[in-house]
Structure formats: C-alpha cells, structure tokens
C-alpha cells in the first residue's frame, strides 16, 4: 500500500471533510458560487428582456454578446474581458447544473489531490485554452470560416475539462467509493465524464468539442509543467493575495494566527521531534495537505500520518 492511499484510508476512518461548504477558502464552493451567480445574473438580465419586448431577439443580440465569447479575433479585440465572461456563465439551466455537478466531482478529488490553491488556476487556463481553441478553428478550418461571424461560445465545459484531466493525471490511481471494495479508479469516472461530454456535443459545431479539446490539453500541461518544477498557480494566488490585501490596507501582513501559536514557543525550535501523536498535530498535517497537497509533506510528517493510520488514532 502506497503512501496516499494510507492517506486516504485515515481520511475515511477519521470521517473527516476538511473542506466543509461554509469554509471561507475553500476555493471549490468559490468557483461554484460564482459560476451560479454570474449564470442568475445573465438569466435574469435575459427574464427582463423578456418582459420588456416580449422576445428574446433584444437580449441575444444586444444584451448577450457582452458575456459570450465571439468566433473571431477581430470581435474579441472590442471585447476581451469575454474571454474570461463566457466560462463563468451559461444561458441553459440544464447545461450550467451539468457543469457544475462535474466541477463538484473533480473539483473536490483536485483538491484532496494537490491542495487547495490549484483549482482555480486549472479552471481559468482551462477557459482560456478552450476559448483561444474554439477562435483559432474558425480561423484555420476551412468548412468553419463561414460560420465564424455568427458563432459564439458560453459555458464552463472546457473548463470543468481541464479540471477533470487534471486530476486524472494528476493521480490515475486515486479511487472513488473506497467502500465499494477497492473502489472505483478515477479515469472511470473520467471517460463516463467524457463520453458525456462527446454526446452533448454531438448537435453543435465541432469547434466546441475543439474548445472542449483545448480545455483537456491544458489540464494535461499543466499536470506536466507542475511536474517539472514549474507550478502555473503561484503567480495566480500572489495576484489574489496582492488585490485581497489592497481591499484591507489596515491589516498587517503576519502569518495567521495559527501559526503564530504554534511557533509562539520562545527560544526554543519550533520542530521539537517527539514520539507521542497528537491529534492537534495530526489535524494540523490534515490542513497542510488540504491547502498545498500531500506531495508537500515531509518525511517526519509522512511518518506521524502513517503511524496516525496504524494506530488508528
């Protein structure tokens, strides 16, 4: 048995969801919330279209090309920020609950997988890829050129894509339903992902399941890239953290609370190796590896983890 599949064993015998849906980082219940609200926000925009002019024609074509993505690069110069817009929001009530059931899915094994700090970046590259995927194939493809100045893209897919082979990559061998004898591999739960995703783009344009494309290779880069040393979410949650501190120019930059308690021991090392586990230890390794993942763990804290298992503490 493998290092983190004793991790994943003390999870379920523990019980335990560190990232509860009321937790303030929890960066899942974020990308979800905001797809939800951006998606009501459009729908409701549409709601009084609707009743002001009795069709939907003055909303597609006056009220809707602000938030969807345009075929064509001479229209995205006049409208850029919907390169970020159009993987946000979705018009079909159907098709954002799909979405965000699969964003759920993946979001939550991301996170268990690498931390906290990946998800948002991974949907974000996964949404641009998809994007500058779906504009160039109007551009090269001859059979998808005269379609290009009416074509437009909205909706999460190529996101939530990049989110699910992620952490497909990421970890082949992670196992879903752990109860269910040895439960079920990932990449399962990925194919039925994406043969869900093929049949649902079965009566559009191929340039969406060129985008979908897109938001796949940018999973799979950037599993690779972080592989190599090179991980795509750092300058992400610096940027984050710089235009979150510039909303609170009062608060001091100092390390939380927790961890100003728990190196507040005077002169003496903060790393004092002892055999007794604690609990307080234990959880304090649970949230390491639920905010940076459990590749970041020292061999000490490798061993207190496996020693918590057996032990069954």
């Known amino acids: 048995m493998g290092e983190s599949d004793r991790y994943q064993e003390y999870k379920q015998q523990r019980s ?4 509860l849906l009321g937790q303030a980082d929890n960066a899942l219940v974020w990308l979800v919330a905001m797809n939800v609200m951006f998606s009501i926000i459009i729908l409701f925009i549409r709601v ?9 024609t003055g909303f597609d074509t006056t009220a ?3 938030f969807q993505l345009p075929a064509s690069f001479g229209a995205l110069v006049y409208k ?29 094994i991301l996170q268990d997988i690498a931390g906290n700090k990946k998800l948002i970046p991974i949907f974000i590259y996964g949404g641009l ?15 998808l050129q005269p379609l290009q100045p009416a074509a437009t893209l909205i909706g999460a897919s190529a996101a939530v894509t990049a989110v699910a082979v992620a952490a497909t990559v ?15 591999p990932i990449w399962v739960l990925t194919a039925i992902y994406l043969l869900v995703v093929v049949a649902g783009l079965a009566n559009r344009s191929s340039a969406n399941g060129l985008a979908t494309l897109g938001g796949a290779l940018a999973g799979i880069l950037f599993v690779s890239l972080l592989r190599r040393g090179y991980d795509g979410s750092i300058w992400m949650n610096k940027l984050y953290n710089w235009i979150k501190e510039l909303g609170n120019p009062s608060k001091k930059i100092n390390a939380p609370a927790k961890q100003q308690a728990f190196y507040n021991t005077g002169n003496r090392s903060p790393y004092n190796k002892t055999t007794n586990i604690t609990q307080q230890r234990v959880d304090e390794i649970l949230d390491k590896i639920n905010q940076k993942g459990y590749q970041f763990l020292t061999d000490e804290e490798k061993n207190i983890l496996k020693k918590a298992a057996d032990e069954d503490l």
């Open 64 to 66: 809707l090309p602000y």
């Open 129 to 143: 890829a998809g994007g500058l995927f779906f504009i160039i194939s109007h551009s090269i493809f001859p059979f």
């Open 16 to 19: 335990r969801n560190r990232f």
């Open 170 to 184: 990421l970890a082949p061998d992670y196992r879903i339903l752990r109860h269910l004898g040895k439960g079920i």
């Open 80 to 108: 850029p920020w919907t390169l970020l817009t159009y993987m946000f929001g979705d018009i079909k009530v159907l098709g954002l609950l799909g979405n965000m059931l699969w964003l759920w899915a993946f979001g939550y």
């Open 48 to 56: 009084v279209f609707n009743f002001s002019s009795g069709s939907n």
